[in-house]
């Protein structure tokens, strides 16, 4: 029973992350989607994994097989436990790009360059992708692409229960205007019995999570858990039956103690996440006035551990919604 924190571009970053794993032991951890030329190029690849962040899957955009076969000596070196593809982004600069969902209809290439990753590693690779492209809904367009791209290696796949719409919406429409479809998801389990199968998009409710993974290994949230972080400690308890979950206070206290000199000193990144982390509770808007304050204030990020102190309330009001 496995349960994934969506890749989230400008969200799923280290510090987000963190704040996952410390309210969260289980949940399975994703980068944001990092290109190619980025990781050959840039920082990312001095990125050195924390053991509590593990399992952390790294998520690769790209268009070329030789890139992806110099990404993936990097990656193994840093020590990912997965490489996954993205097959599904339908950003016009992405597409522009030549990558991201208008791949699900190049599987031939997808397939070389998984087996150029593989020719490198025995890292799990996976894709994550959409259910098809434009507004048709017939499958066989990504039976085809998991079918070809499965030959090439890959056996776990990752179904945002909608298709990708390229032209004439915008990529946060792409998140709610093409119909979800979990039913077509089951279809394609059934027709791949083999490989593994997880089911994203629109979860919410813990009894649709504890329903899906009934019928899925995995179910991947993205924007209930960026937009209440405490939700983790609700799939704490009730999906991973946790005897304990720590309190607000506590989360807090942990989340400044990791931080290094360097990424306390950086207290816009370091603290912007936080912000929902008192969502549905009454002291949401304080709490948002009170980043707001110090992240402008020239005290240290100590100063958060304070908030709990000064909001004298019961804990017990402070579970999520
Ligand atoms: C702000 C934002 C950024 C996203 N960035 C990525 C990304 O980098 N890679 C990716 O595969 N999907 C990305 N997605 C899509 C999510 O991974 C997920 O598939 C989608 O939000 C549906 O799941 P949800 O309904 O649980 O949020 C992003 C979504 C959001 C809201």
């Known amino acids: 029973m496995k349960v994934f924190l969506a890749p989230m571009v400008g969200r799923t970053d280290k510090y987000f992350r963190r704040l996952a794993r410390i309210i969260s032991p289980n949940i399975i951890l994703f980068t944001e989607m990092i290109t190619v030329d980025s990781l050959i190029r840039g920082k990312f690849k001095q990125y ?33 436990d997965e490489i996954n593809l993205n097959i599904g982004c339908p950003s016009s600069k992405v597409v522009k790009g030549g990558f991201g969902a208008c791949q699900i209809e190049a599987p031939m290439k997808v397939s070389e360059y998984i087996e150029g990753i593989k020719t490198q590693t025995k890292i799990p690779v996976s894709i994550k992708t959409r259910l098809g492209l434009g507004y ?25 229960a909608r298709n990708a719409i390229l032209d004439g919406i915008s990529t946060k429409k792409n998140r709610s205007v093409p119909p979800l479809r979990y039913n077509d998801v089951f279809k394609l ?56 979950t720590l309190s607000l206070e506590e989360v807090i206290c942990q989340y400044v103690d990791q931080l290094d000199a360097e990424e306390a000193s950086n207290k816009l990144y370091a603290l912007k996440h936080l912000t929902n982390l008192y969502k549905g509770t009454r002291l949401s808007k304080k709490w948002r006035i009170y980043l707001h304050n110090l992240i402008n204030s020239g005290q240290p990020i100590e100063t958060l551990k304070n908030f709990y102190k000064e909001n004298d309330y019961e804990e017990k009001e402070i579970i999520s919604s």
């Open 48 to 80: 050195s994994i924390k053991d509590s962040e593990h399992p952390l899957i790294i998520q690769l955009a790209g268009d070329d097989k030789n890139k992806f076969i110099q990404c993936t000596k990097i990656i193994s070196d840093q020590g990912f």
């Open 136 to 160: 048709e809904q017939d499958l066989n367009e990504i039976i085809d692409f998991i079918r070809l791209t499965s030959e090439a290696g890959c056996n776990i796949y990752y179904i945002h």
């Open 189 to 244: 389990k059934k027709i791949f019995p083999d490989l593994q199968i997880y089911i994203n998009g629109g979860f919410e409710d813990i009894s649709d999570i504890k329903e899906m993974l009934g019928i899925y290994k995995g179910v991947m949230i993205g924007r209930k858990i960026y937009s209440n972080p405490m939700f983790l400690a609700e799939i704490e308890n009730k999906i991973f039956s946790a005897n304990k």
